[in-house]
């Protein structure tokens, strides 16, 4: 979705905080989208094409102060990246000083009480199966001949 999807009171949130920063027309530029994918971020901004993309948990009304301030937290990434060039510091000085600026805290994590549960994919590890056949070989090379040793 891109900002003009967000609803009213977002759209117009953003659209403040773009324009308190001098980058105004950002509020309309960015792409946001919602990820199913993401499970170790609330949000992410992308420089590339000036993409955002936010934890799909955010949908949750309950949430509605956690998606404002993470919104707030990857346009201040897109918006300190346009004022001061790519050579800043991702929640450096200029980043801090957007989030206070926009009245929301500088953090970079949040406290997991105020989280809901995320499930998360794990990884089932691979068993090796036991048995002659995954027995470990041992190769030798003698004179240019191979020789394997069980």
Not at 82 to 94: A, C, F, N, Q, T
Request: hydrophobic share 40%.
């Amino acid at each position: 979705m891109s900002l003009l999807e967000l609803d009213s009171d977002l759209r117009a949130k953003s659209q403040g905080w773009c324009a308190a920063w001098g980058v105004a027309p950002l509020a309309h530029q960015a792409q946001i989208a919602y990820s199913t994918r993401q499970r170790t971020s609330l949000g992410r901004a992308h420089y590339e094409g000036e993409r955002i993309l936010l934890n799909a948990v955010l949908r949750d009304p309950a949430l509605r102060p956690l998606l404002e301030e993470v919104l707030c937290h990857e346009l201040a990434h897109l918006a300190a990246r346009r004022l001061h060039g790519p050579g800043i510091r991702p929640h450096g000085k200029e980043w801090k000083a957007l989030l206070r600026s926009a009245g929301h805290c500088a953090r970079v994590t949040v406290p997991s009480a105020e989280l809901p549960p995320i499930r998360s994919r794990r990884r089932r590890r691979r068993r090796v199966a036991s048995g002659s056949i995954s027995q470990v070989l041992l190769a030798k090379v003698f004179d240019g001949i191979l020789r394997i040793a069980r």
